[in-house]
C-alpha cells in the first residue's frame, strides 16, 4: 500500500498529520526495542545472584551474544526492507523480540538465557533500519533531523521504562515477572503498528526533478555495501557512532549494577530516582542534538558531526565524577551530564545516512550504520565492562572491581571524538565538491 498523495508533496508544503501519527507509533515500538533490551541490564543484580553467574557472563548476554545476532541479522533484514514491505518486516521483529522477552523470564539456566537474549537480537533486528526508511519516505529532508530525533526518543524513554517499570515489577513480583510483562505489552503493541502504519512510496519526499532517472535498477546488496564502505562520510559517521556507543552501552549496561552495588541504591530508588534522570536528560540530549545539528547544517553540513564532538568533550570530566563520587545521590547527579551529552550522536549520524544515499538504499545503510555501531558499541561496551570487572575481583573484590572497570571506560571518549573530527572533514571536502560542481 502506498503512502497519502500528501505525503509525496513539494518541500514546502506542511507535512501532514497523519506523518506525525506513523512517527509516534513507529516510536512507541521503538521505546518497547530498548525497554525489552535495558531490563537485562537493570536487573543484573538479582539475576546474576540467583543463577550464580559473573560480571563476565552478565556483561556478555547484554553484549556480544545479543550483538552479534542483532547486527548480522539487521544487514539481511535491511536488504531485505529495501525489497519488501518494510512494515510487515517492523511488525515480525516487533513480534518476535516481545516473544523472547517473555522467554528470558522463564529461562531457568544460562544457557537458557543466553538462548532467549539471542532471540530478542534477532528480532530487534527488525526494528530500526526499517523505520528509518519509512521515516525518511513521510519527512523531507530539511526536517528528516528533527523527525530522527524524536523517533530516537525511544532510545531514552525506552531506558527509563525499563529502569522504572521493570525495577518495580522486579522488586515486586520478581525479575522472572518484569520479562514476562513487559514482553506481553510489546505484542499488544505489535499489532497496532499493524493497523496504524501504512507503508510509504519510496521516494516519495524527494524533490521532483525534470530529468528523467539515469536508472531504474534496484542497487544489489553487494554495491549499496560497496558504496557504504567506500564513503568517508559515511565510514567515519559508522566509527563514531560505534566508538560513542561503545562508551554508551558500557555506562547504560552497568550503572544500575553499579550504582547498586558500589553505592548503595536499592530498586525501589532505581526504578524512581534513575528512570526519571534518564527520561529527562537521555530524551533532552536526543532529541535537542537533532533539532541543533539541523539548524546548523543549514550553515555547513559538518555540524552534523560537530554537535556530539562538542557533547562528549563537555561530557568526560562529568563520567569521571559519576564513578567517583562518594554516595548514589552525589553519584547520579554527575551522571545527569553525560546522559544528556553521550546521546548526542544518534539523530545527526542517522540524517546523515539517510540524506547521503539513494532512498532505495536507505534500508540497508540504515542497517549497516547500525551494525558497525552495535558490534563495537553494544557488543564490545558492555562485555569490556563486565570482563574487566571480572579480571579485577580476585584482588580488589567485587566493588572495587567494578568501579575501576568502569574508570577503564573514560580514555575511549578519546577514539570517539578522534572520529567525530574525522566525519566532520569527510562532510566538509563532500559539501565543498557539491559546491564546485554546481
Known amino acids: 500500500m502506498t503512502a497519502p498523495a500528501s505525503a509525496s508533496m513539494p518541500e514546502d508544503a506542511r507535512t501532514p498529520a497523519y506523518s506525525w501519527v506513523v512517527l509516534a507509533m513507529l516510536c512507541v515500538i521503538y521505546t518497547f526495542n530498548f525497554l525489552d533490551r535495558q531490563l537485562i541490564s537493570i536487573l ?24 552479534a ?32 522477552t517473555i522467554a528470558c523470564g522463564m529461562a531457568k539456566t544460562y544457557p537458557m538465557l543466553m538462548a532467549a537474549r539471542m532471540g530478542v537480537g534477532v528480532g530487534e ?21 528533527m523527525a530522527l530525533g524524536l523517533f530516537s526518543l525511544g532510545v531514552p524513554f ?26 506481553a505489552a510489546g505484542i499488544v503493541a505489535s499489532f497496532f503498528l499493524l493497523l496504524i502504519v501504512r507503508e510509504p512510496r519510496r521516494g516519495a519526499q524527494e524533490p521532483v526533478s525534470s530529468e528523467p532517472p539515469t536508472s531504474t535498477v534496484q542497487p544489489s546488496f553487494v554495491s549499496t555495501v560497496k558504496m557504504f564502505f567506500s564513503r ?24 544500575a549494577p553499579f550504582l547498586t552495588r558500589v553505592k548503595g541504591i536499592n530498586m525501589g530508588e532505581i526504578a524512581l530516582y534513575y528512570s526519571l534522570m534518564l527520561a529527562i536528560c537521555m ?24 554537535v556530539p564532538m562538542i557533547a562528549l568533550i563537555a561530557a568526560v570530566p562529568f563520567y569521571i565524577g559519576f564513578v567517583w563520587a562518594p554516595t548514589w545521590q552525589i553519584s547520579m547527579a554527575f551522571l545527569a551530564v553525560p546522559t544528556l551529552l553521550n546521546n548526542a550522536y544518534l539523530a545527526p549520524a542517522l540524517a546523515v545516512v539517510q540524506n547521503s544515499v539513494r532512498p532505495e538504499q536507505r534500508t540497508t545503510s540504515g542497517a549497516l550504520l547500525l551494525m558497525v555501531l552495535n558490534l563495537i558499541g553494544l557488543g564490545l561496551g558492555p562485555t569490556f565492562v563486565g570482563g ?3 579480571a579485577l575481583t580476585p584482588e580488589h573484590g567485587e566493588v572495587i572491581a567494578l568501579q575501576l572497570a568502569m574508570y577503564a571506560l573514560a580514555p ?12 566532520a572533514g569527510a562532510l566538509r571536502r563532500e559539501e565543498k565538491r557539491a559546491l564546485e560542481t554546481t
Open 44 to 67: 543484573t543484580e538479582p539475576i546474576r545472584k540467583e543463577l550464580g553467574l559473573s560480571d563476565l557472563q552478565m556483561g556478555l548476554l547484554g553484549g556480544i551474544y545479543f550483538a
Open 69 to 100: 545476532f542483532y547486527t548480522i541479522i539487521g544487514v539481511i533484514v535491511g536488504a531485505l526492507a529495501d525489497r519488501t514491505s518494510r512494515v510487515r518486516i517492523l511488525f515480525i521483529g516487533s513480534f518476535l523480540w516481545s516473544l523472547f
Open 125 to 145: 533486528a527488525a526494528g530500526a533500519p526499517p523505520s528509518y526508511s519509512i521515516i525518511s519516505d513521510y519527512f523531507p529532508a530539511r526536517r528528516r533531523g
Open 158 to 183: 525506552g531506558m527509563a521504562l525499563g529502569a522504572g517499570l521493570g525495577a518495580k515489577i522486579a522488586e515486586l513480583y520478581g525479575w522472572r515477572s518484569a520479562f514476562i510483562f513487559i514482553g
Open 232 to 255: 568517508p562520510t559515511l565510514l567515519f559517521t559508522a566509527l563514531a557512532c560505534g566508538a560513542t556507543a561503545f562508551v554508551g552501552y558500557g555506562v547504560l549496561n552497568w550503572t
Open 283 to 306: 530524551g533532552a540530549g536526543t532529541f535537542l542534538s537533532g533539532q541543533l545539528a539541523d539548524w546548523l547544517s543549514r550553515r555547513a553540513k559538518h555540524w552534523y558531526a560537530l
Open 388 to 390: 574487566m570487572s571480572t
Open 412 to 423: 575511549f571518549y578519546a577514539v570517539a571524538i578522534f572520529f567525530l573530527i574525522l566525519e
